[in-house]
């Protein structure tokens, strides 16, 4: 099968290329993203699979183009699927599937790696070493072992992180609508989380009941002096609020693997462009602030079992079975 792979970066092929023919699928590489003017590039094309990734705008009038053309399945390369219409893919009869779990390690020690950041302050140490500046005034942290880490979701990737969390000498504490057993820390409300965590770190996925979870009410019943790991989904995040909570020194800091308009900036080079995202500037402009470029998936293990499972998906639509279908259900 010819798959249209849309959003395509040099670092997404090997693994595609490699495994591809064992997988009888032919990709086709392109580096428009997926959105309603080029999902007519998937027909003239003749693919009848098309695979997307995070920042695609996958629409009502994507998924007519789309369905219009030929095209039966979306595979998505992630695991986020909140960039899909899922109600226009159940009325053109689009089935999309998606990569649940690929290495929730990943994400979780990226997420512990931007809070060593963050509290370390590596970010400015390293500049300061570079430029033979060996002065630590302003470089104090503090210690996480003793301290409180509050997780909002305990998923796959939630879960890892509480365990990295625990290895640390941390207390965990979790908020989850659906609590596993198997987690290693202590439920709790939403509310007593914020009032108790010395850091706070988001796992769980966006949808319309989680759009702005953070926002100016939330950091106000924030623990004064948190700080605040989100490499989830931007969107989970009111920026304002954030950038008020910085401003006024509400936060210890905040570590970024996603923002909510990375769309239009993240996965490409800028360095020599004015940026006129006013939010991203501000963000970047605190010294308190790391932010990373949606990165926190990216390791060799991920890359590898997210090309295995997205080919193992198409192979199996193809012989009639469906694997790891995004319903509305999905976790
Ligand atoms: P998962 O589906 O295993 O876990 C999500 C958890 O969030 C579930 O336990 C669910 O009950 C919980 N949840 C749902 N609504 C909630 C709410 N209102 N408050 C608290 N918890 C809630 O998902 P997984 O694999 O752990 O991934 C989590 C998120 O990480 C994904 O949705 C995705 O957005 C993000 N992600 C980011 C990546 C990156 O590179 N930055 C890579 C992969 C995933």
Redesign the pocket.
């Known amino acids: 099968m010819k798959i249209a792979f849309y959003d395509v970066k040099p670092y997404d092929k090997p693994w595609f290329d490699r495994l591809s023919p064992e997988y009888g699928c032919e990709p086709i590489y392109l580096e428009y993203r997926l959105n309603r003017d080029t999902a007519r590039l998937a027909q003239d094309l003749s693919c009848q699979a098309v695979c997307a990734f995070v920042n695609d705008v996958i629409d009502e009038p994507c998924i007519t183009a789309l369905t219009q053309g030929g095209v039966k399945l979306l595979a998505m390369r ?3 699927y ?1 960039n899909i219409d899922l109600d226009a893919a159940d009325a053109h009869n689009l089935t999309v599937v998606r990569v ?3 290495s ?1 390690a ?2 979780a020690e ?1 997420a512990m790696a931007l809070l060593l950041c963050v509290n370390r302050k590596i970010h400015r140490s390293y500049s300061r070493t570079r430029e033979n500046n060996f002065n630590i005034n302003g470089l104090i942290g503090f210690d996480l072992c003793g301290k409180t880490a509050g997780i ?8 890892v992180f509480g365990r990295i969390c625990g290895g640390f000498g941390m207390n965990v504490l979790a ?4 609590p ?1 057993e198997d987690f290693a820390g202590t439920y709790c409300t ?1 509310d007593e989380l914020l009032n108790q965590s010395d850091v706070v770190s988001l ?5 319309p ?2 759009h702005h ?1 953070f926002n100016s009410d939330s950091f106000a019943s924030l623990k004064d002096g948190a700080v605040l790991i989100n ?3 931007g969107g989970l995040i009111d920026t304002s609020a954030l950038i008020s909570a910085l401003k006024s020194k509400k936060l210890y800091g905040a570590g970024l ?2 923002y909510e308009e990375e769309a239009d900036y993240f996965f490409t080079d800028f360095s020599a462009e004015i940026m006129t995202d006013d939010d991203l500037a501000r963000l970047l402009s605190f010294p308190n602030v790391v932010l990373t470029s ?5 390791t060799e293990e991920a890359t590898r079992e997210i090309a295995q499972m997205t080919l193992d998906n198409v192979r199996s639509f193809i012989q009639g079975e469906i694997k790891n279908k995004v319903t509305k259900q999905s ?1």
């Open positions: 992630c695991a986020g909140n649940p779990e690929y929730p990943a994400v990226h909002v979701g305990t998923g796959k990737i939630g879960s908020y989850d609508p659906s596993s939403l796992h769980c996925p966006l949808t009941q989680t979870m490499t989830s989904r693997d996603v949606h990165q926190a998936f990216f976790g």
